[in-house]
Structures are given as structure tokens and as C-alpha cells.
């Protein structure tokens, strides 16, 4: 069961060391919703049809969804931020792994930097990426979808509270829904998926931090 009671220490923070090849800055972007923000909640479907994003369609998903706004650095290493989404203890522990579309045998994976609105492509082991990518296409196809993945990083949760787990699946819904609207309020498709990525996300991603990192879903959207 879960209690999220603050523990009386917080212990220092090891943060993944993802290995990212190349960083490329997205701009501010330029994109305005046309609906009011009830409208947006009343029009709000899940749709499996995809067309290749626009970079500005990508940087509006993701500047309004997910970018920090307020960031307090703390002494133990964590970062409290404020997105447009709420997060147990400010931990934010989901991180966002974005696939832009490509034949699905070259397909790249890029971790989204929340702090400076950037995309950071990764040197991952091609055969666990294709693995993971031929995952999420046999449970919706994929196309020309941008896959937005949520990995956990328990470790951001568990250094402030005991029993940490339903406090991160809460997290990964309220992102979720925030994702799913401005997906709808831009007038671009959006389908979560039932899948968490697993064991495809731990192969991937778990040599890079001695904590435990795992999928807890995702999104299809273009
Ligand atoms: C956690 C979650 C997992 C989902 N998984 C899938 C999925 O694997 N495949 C799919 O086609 N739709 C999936 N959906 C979308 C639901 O099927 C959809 O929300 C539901 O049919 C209601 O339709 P609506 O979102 O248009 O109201 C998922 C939705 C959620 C919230």
C-alpha cells in the first residue's frame, strides 16, 4: 500500500547518465490553439491516424506539456520544477524519450530535455531500439507517428517518499491526460497506448543508472 510520507532524509541524487550524441535546441514555438480551453475538454478524442509532425507541432506539444517554468536546485542534487502538469514532491521523475518518424528499421530515439526545450538524440543499441520500436508498432501502427515514451526514474520519488510506486503511476496519468489535451487543443491526433515498453525499456536504458528505471506507457501522436 501506498503512503506517501516524506521521509526524514532525503538522500542524495544520482542522476541517469543517458548517452546523448547530439543536441539540437527546439524553438519557442509559434503554434496557437484556435479552441477555448472547455471546447478542448469537450473535443477531446483518442485518434489512431498519424501524419508526420511539423518540428513547431513537436515544440508546442511539448513546451506546453511537459517544459519546466520554475526550477529550484536543491543541495542533495534534485530538482523541483513547476510544469504544466503536477508531479509528487515537484520530483517530475517521468523523462520523455521521443521518436521522430522514419522507416521503422532506422527509427532514433532522443530524450527530451525539459529545462532547455531540447532534443537529445541518443547512441542506444540499434537492436534493442528496433525491438522496442516493432513492440509499440504491433500495438497500434505506427506509421508516421511521433512516439512520445514515459520512462520512470524511481529514484527522483523514493529519496522523498516512502513506498514511492503509486505516486509515479499518478504522475504518469496526470501527464498522460495533460499530453492527450494539448495534443487535442493543436488538433493533432493522440493514442496513449496500453503497453509500459517493458522489458524493452529497462534493456534499453538500464546499464545507465544503478537505480531502478523502467516504461510506464506512452503516446502516439502526429
Ligand atoms: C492508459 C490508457 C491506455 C490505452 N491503451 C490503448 C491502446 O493500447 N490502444 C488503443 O488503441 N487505445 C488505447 N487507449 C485509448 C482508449 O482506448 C480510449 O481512451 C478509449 O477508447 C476512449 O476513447 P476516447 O479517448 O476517444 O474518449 C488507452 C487509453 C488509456 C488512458
Known sequence: MNNPIPKAFEEPYSPILYPIAKKKYLKEPSLKPEDSFLDVLVNRRTY????????????AILWHS??????????????WSHRPCPSAGGRHPIDLIISQPEAINTRKL??????DHSLNELTLDTTQCLQFIEHINEVVPIGDATIIWFIADQFRTESKYINPLSLIWRDAGAFLNSLQLVCCAF??????????????????????????????GGCLVG
Open 48 to 59: 489512431r491516424k498519424f501524419v508526420r509532425l511539423s518540428e513547431d507541432q513537436l515544440s
Open 66 to 79: 511537459a517544459k519546466a517554468t520554475e526550477l529550484q536546485f536543491q543541495e542533495n542534487g534534485f530538482i
Open 110 to 115: 532522443a530524450l527530451y530535455n525539459p529545462i
Open 187 to 216: 488538433k493533432i491526433a493522440c493514442c496513449p497506448l496500453g503497453s509500459l515498453g517493458e522489458p524493452f525499456i529497462s534493456d534499453l536504458f538500464g546499464e545507465y543508472t544503478p537505480m531502478p528505471i523502467f516504461g510506464v
